[in-house]
C-alpha cells in the first residue's frame, strides 16, 4: 500500500488530468466538425459554447450565460449568438458530445486494461471527495492499493 496526502494526490494528478479531460476539445477532429457546423469564425469557443449549453435548446443568451458559469457572461452570448440559423442548439449538442465519444473510443481502445483502472479509479478517488476530506484544511493521508485490478470484476 502507498501512503499519499491529498497534496500528493492533486499535484500527481491535476494536469495529467487536465490534460485528459480536455484532450478531445482541442484534438484536430473536433476542430473539423467545428469547420463543419460553420463554428469557427467565432473563435475557438463558439462550438464549446454552443456544445455545452446547446442541451438547454434554442434559448436565450443570457439563458446560455447563466448556465455556463465559469466564462464571462458576455462572451458566452456573443459565442452564442454566433451559431449559424441552420444548426440547433440540440445539434450543436449533439455534435459536441459526438465528438467526445469519437475520440474515446479512439484513444482508449488501446487500453485493454481501462476497465480494471476505472474501477480502481473510481473506488479511490471516493475517499477524496468524502465530506470528511473535502472540509479539512489539513492534508489527510489516504492508502491506496499500489496498483489497480487488472480486469474488471464479473457482476
Known amino acids: 500500500m502507498t501512503t499519499l496526502t491529498?497534496?500528493?494526490?492533486?499535484?500527481?494528478?491535476?494536469?495529467?488530468?487536465?490534460?485528459?479531460g480536455r484532450a478531445w476539445m482541442v484534438s484536430?477532429?473536433?476542430?473539423?466538425r467545428a469547420a463543419e457546423l460553420e463554428l469557427v469564425a467565432s473563435g475557438r469557443f463558439g462550438f464549446w459554447v454552443s456544445g455545452r449549453a446547446g442541451v438547454l435548446g434554442d434559448v436565450d443568451p443570457s439563458v446560455?450565460?447563466?448556465?455556463?458559469?465559469?466564462?464571462?457572461?458576455?462572451?458566452?452570448?456573443?459565442?452564442?449568438?454566433v451559431r449559424p440559423a441552420s444548426l440547433s442548439?440540440?445539434?450543436?449538442?449533439?455534435a459536441w458530445f459526438g465528438c467526445a465519444?469519437?475520440?474515446?473510443?479512439?484513444?482508449?481502445?488501446?487500453?485493454?486494461?481501462?476497465?480494471?483502472?476505472?474501477i480502481w479509479l473510481a473506488r479511490s478517488s471516493t475517499m477524496l471527495i468524502s465530506p470528511s476530506a473535502?472540509?479539512?484544511?489539513?492534508?489527510?493521508?489516504y492508502h491506496f492499493p499500489a496498483?489497480?485490478?487488472?480486469?474488471?470484476?464479473?457482476?
Do not use: H
Not at 446560455?64 to 449568438?81: C, H, I, K, Q, T
Open 64 to 81: 446560455a450565460a447563466s448556465a455556463l458559469g465559469f466564462m464571462a457572461p458576455s462572451a458566452v452570448r456573443e459565442y452564442w449568438s
Open 134 to 141: 473535502r472540509c479539512s484544511p489539513a492534508p489527510r493521508s
Open 28 to 32: 484536430p477532429a473536433t476542430a473539423a
Open 147 to 155: 496498483t489497480p485490478p487488472a480486469t474488471r470484476p464479473s457482476t
Open 101 to 118: 465519444a469519437t475520440w474515446g473510443r479512439n484513444a482508449l481502445t488501446v487500453m485493454p486494461e481501462a476497465d480494471g483502472w476505472q
Open 89 to 94: 442548439a440540440w445539434d450543436a449538442a449533439l
Open 6 to 20: 491529498t497534496i500528493d494526490v492533486a499535484q500527481a494528478t491535476g494536469k495529467p488530468i487536465l490534460e485528459f
